[in-house]
């Protein structure tokens, strides 16, 4: 079972970034009252009621991920093809990362310390994130009720995408990127611990030469969902995926669009 904080949403305001920046940023408080640095992307066509997607970027990133072609992530790429479909895209900085960074909390040495036995500080940080996005989507659903509810996640973004999923009906889609495996003790942040919830229409993208992620592993965790449609594509790359992969996504998006919908709750 999640041990979760209480859910605390405020949605103070929306401002227009610097002139140059296609962005807004959207001001969400989390459940312990911090700040969620968030950019908001209006689709192409400014519908009524869009279709949204928040995006979760991955270990030692930022938000600005999605907002660059540059790899590993791509991100630039995905973000364009989803404001092309009409998506409404969020995008926040996970815990210590980007605008939330912490000299004395590395993300990078927390995740080291936690396969080293000292787990504690690393499962805060990914509950942090998971609560943190939780808390942006049922603000921004208090609002109205989306078509499709979409959660994007590469690497460690990906770890928060299923977790997010697994906690949340509300989410009706969900793209999975190179999820890390997570030993099964640090229960509370372990995706195989939590698949059983996963009922979204997901498409999962692993490499077969992936340190962080095993192949049996990757596949187990695909298997362990009840998701009536899922679909898992595997590459032959390391964890940072090629830029093929996109084509994947692109793919899955338009058979997505075609089949018929899944109403948010």
Request: with cysteine.
């Amino acid at each position: 079972m999640f041990r979760w904080l209480s859910l605390c949403v405020l949605l103070l305001s929306a401002s227009l970034a610097r002139a140059d920046d296609p962005t807004t940023s959207l001001d969400v408080r989390g459940a312990d009252g911090e700040r969620i640095p968030t950019r908001v992307l209006e689709p192409e066509g400014r519908h009524a009621n869009p279709p949204i997607a928040v995006l979760l970027h991955g270990l030692t990133r930022r938000k600005e991920d999605w907002l660059s072609d540059a790899g590993p992530t791509h991100g630039g790429v995905l973000k364009d093809e989803l404001l092309r479909a009409g998506y409404r895209v969020y995008l926040l900085d996970a815990r210590l990362h980007g605008e939330r960074a912490n000299p004395e909390a590395k993300p990078g040495a927390l995740a080291k310390l936690a396969h080293k036995g000292e787990p504690a500080r690393y499962m805060k940080m990914i509950a942090d994130t998971v609560s943190d996005a939780h808390a942006l989507l049922s603000a921004v659903l208090a609002q109205g009720k989306p078509p499709r509810v979409l959660v994007v996640g590469y690497s460690m973004g990906a770890q928060a995408g299923l977790l997010l999923a697994a906690r949340e009906k509300r989410v009706t889609h969900l793209i999975t990127m190179v999820p890390p495996h997570i030993d099964p003790s640090m229960e509370e942040v372990a995706p195989s611990r939590h698949m059983s919830t996963i009922r979204q229409d997901w498409l999962l993208l692993t490499a077969n030469q992936d340190d962080f992620a095993p192949v049996a592993d990757s596949r187990a965790l695909f298997d362990a969902a009840p998701s009536v449609r899922k679909t898992h594509k595997t590459f032959d790359s390391g964890h940072a995926l090629p830029r093929e992969y996109l084509d994947e996504v692109r793919r899955w998006l338009t058979a997505s669009h075609r089949a018929p919908g899944r109403k948010s709750p």
